[in-house]
């Protein structure tokens, strides 16, 4: 894209979009609420359950809606078997105060931690990932 274009203003005014949330479809969707609230601290905000589709939406965050941007949780109550992750999800972020102890107890809880803290390769950023229940990748960036 030329730097015409990109500082071109958009047919529509963004200036007031803000992201809402992510969704992610989960198996179990008790262990996923658990995970979620317990090991990272977010709220339960919402939960619905939609009978004609069968399915259930939880809605888990640091804070409210309104303000803040939030993971859904869609858990269809048919599925047989585990969701495969695919090759196109990366990972969400979550900025923590001190990655090393946030990790030391996920671990003992349990947690899957495939890349434990510490700086990375390319970059002054301390980081880790971690794994929610269903294998989707969470990175932990220290902030202090």
Sequence with gaps: ??????????????S????????IRVFDLDKSIDF???HLGMKLLRRTDYESGRFTLA?????????????????????AEPYTIGSGYG????????IYATCAGMEAEGVKIPRPPGPMKHGGSVI?????????????????
């Excluded at 965050?61 to 109550?77: C, K, P, Q, R």
């Excluded at 990972?91 to 001190?98: K, L, N, R, T």
């Excluded at 880790?128 to 202090?144: C, T």
């Design 1 to 14: 894209m030329s730097t015409t274009a990109m500082e071109e203003r958009p047919a529509v005014d963004t």
């Design 16 to 23: 007031k979009f803000r992201m809402l949330h992510t969704m």
């Design 36 to 38: 979620y609230t317990r």
């Design 59 to 79: 809605f888990v965050g640091y804070g409210d809606e309104s303000a803040n941007t939030v993971i859904e949780l869609t858990h269809n109550w048919d599925q």
């Design 91 to 98: 990972h969400m972020a979550i900025g923590v105060p001190d």
């Design 128 to 144: 880790a990932f971690i794994e929610d229940p269903d294998g989707y990748k969470v990175e932990l960036i220290e902030k202090k």
